[in-house]
């Protein structure tokens, strides 16, 4: 069974920082992409990075580059997104995703 967990989320200050944890099981960690996802209140979810496990390649979208890093531990299966700067409209629930399969989020909360 696949499972993908987040956590590390929490409330933080406008410039603080966060790193959020996908810990994962019941796929070979070390052949696919996974992602991070977000989704605001009252907004679709949307993409914010992903990386390839394989060979350590990685995406961000445009708001988040230069303030996020996302990392994989292929010893522990787990995926790690550092945010940093973080600002009020990073507010969201972020999730983990490899392919179809989402596991639950982890709420994030950035007051100004």
């Known amino acids: 069974e696949v499972q993908l967990q987040a956590s590390g989320g929490g409330l933080v200050q406008a410039g603080g920082s966060l790193t959020l944890s996908c810990a994962t099981s019941?796929?070979?960690?070390?052949?696919?992409?996974i992602g991070w996802f977000r989704q605001a209140p009252g907004k679709e979810r949307e993409g914010v990075s992903c990386?390839?496990?394989?060979?350590?390649?990685?995406y961000y979208v445009e708001p988040v580059k230069g303030r996020f890093t996302i990392s994989s531990d292929n010893a522990k299966n787990t995926v790690y997104l550092e945010m940093n700067n973080l600002k009020p409209e990073d507010t969201a629930v972020y999730y983990c995703?490899?392919?179809?399969?989402r596991g639950q989020g982890t709420l994030v909360t950035v007051s100004s």
């Open positions: 995703q490899m392919g179809s399969e």
């Open positions: 990386i390839s496990t394989r060979d350590e390649s990685t």
């Open positions: 019941g796929f070979a960690f070390d052949r696919y992409a």
